[in-house]
Nanobody, 125 residues
Framework: HVQLVESGGGSVQAGGSLRLSCAASGYTYNRNCMAWFRQAPGKEREGVAR????????YYADSVKGRFSISKDNARNWLDLQMDSLEPGDTARYYC???????????????????WGQGTQVTVS
């Protein structure tokens, strides 16, 4: 049974950086991907970045490409999201998630993820 707990959110000025972390309990190595999503008030949840647990391949949404970096520490069962050059449009609640699938095409669709953390707020002004 996988549980996810995010940390590292906060308030920052535009151009600043934050590092989000997600501590996972339970087995995540057999999940197809781990990912970060975000949801701003009045908007749908959107995928930010994902990492394949086996190959380590990463994928980023166009809106964050070149500014965000996702990484996974398999020894600690830890997922990080380094966010640089933050913009006001990055303001949202950020969620860590585990893929419901063990295999298949890597995905950043919320429906393909079955385990979610409680989220951490990021505010950029």
């Amino acid at each position: 049974h996988v549980q996810l707990v995010e940390s590292g959110g906060g308030s920052v000025q535009a151009g600043g950086s934050l590092r989000l972390s997600c501590a996972a309990s339970g087995y995540t190595y057999n999940r197809n991907c781990m990912a970060w999503f975000r949801q701003a008030p009045g908007k749908e949840r959107e995928g930010v970045a994902r990492i394949a647990t086996g190959s380590g391949n990463t994928y980023y949404a166009d809106s964050v490409k070149g500014r965000f970096s996702i990484s996974k520490d398999n020894a600690r069962n830890w997922l990080d999201l380094q966010m640089d050059s933050l913009e006001p449009g990055d303001t949202a609640r950020y969620y860590c998630a585990a893929d419901r699938r063990r295999h298949g095409p890597p995905s950043l669709r919320p429906g393909d993820y079955s385990v979610w953390g409680q989220g951490t707020q990021v505010t950029v002004s």
